[in-house]
């Protein structure tokens, strides 16, 4: 099982962050997305860290933004989220699959879901 949490409310320009936990040895040979799904919207991925590699991968609206990466004394995999905005406010999941797969954008691929965080978002 996953679980999210870091979740809250923050005023635009400001700053969170996110843990995955999961209940495996290690979270280090999985690879680990996060998604995104706002009100009334589908969801969206927003980034992702490969096993092993640790190679990221991000969506382009929260590049320079968002910061995914291992905990490994933890076992968590983070999301920092810096100068936070409005359209970030979303409920915020993260994903897991063991082997890495190319189309690590598609929330199909992954086979592990945690129950999401809420990440809102004052202007």
């Known amino acids: 099982q996953l679980q999210a949490s870091g979740g809250g409310l923050v005023q635009a320009g400001g700053s969170l962050r996110l843990s995955c936990a999961a209940a495996v040895r290690s979270l280090r040979t999985y690879t680990v997305a996060w998604f995104r799904q706002a009100p009334g919207k589908e969801r969206e991925f927003v980034a992702v860290?490969?096993?092993?590699?640790?190679?990221?991968y991000y969506r382009d609206s929260v590049k320079g933004r968002f910061t995914v990466s291992r905990d490994n004394a933890r076992n968590t995999v983070d999301l920092q989220m810096i100068s936070l905005k409005p359209e970030d406010t979303a409920v915020y999941y993260c994903?897991?699959?063991?082997?890495?797969?190319?189309?690590?954008?598609?929330?199909?691929?992954?086979?592990?879901w945690g129950q999401g965080t809420l990440v809102t978002v004052s202007s």
């Open positions: 994903a897991t699959r063991l082997n890495w797969h190319v189309t690590y954008s598609y929330a199909t691929v992954y086979t592990s």
């Open positions: 860290i490969r096993g092993n590699s640790g190679s990221t």
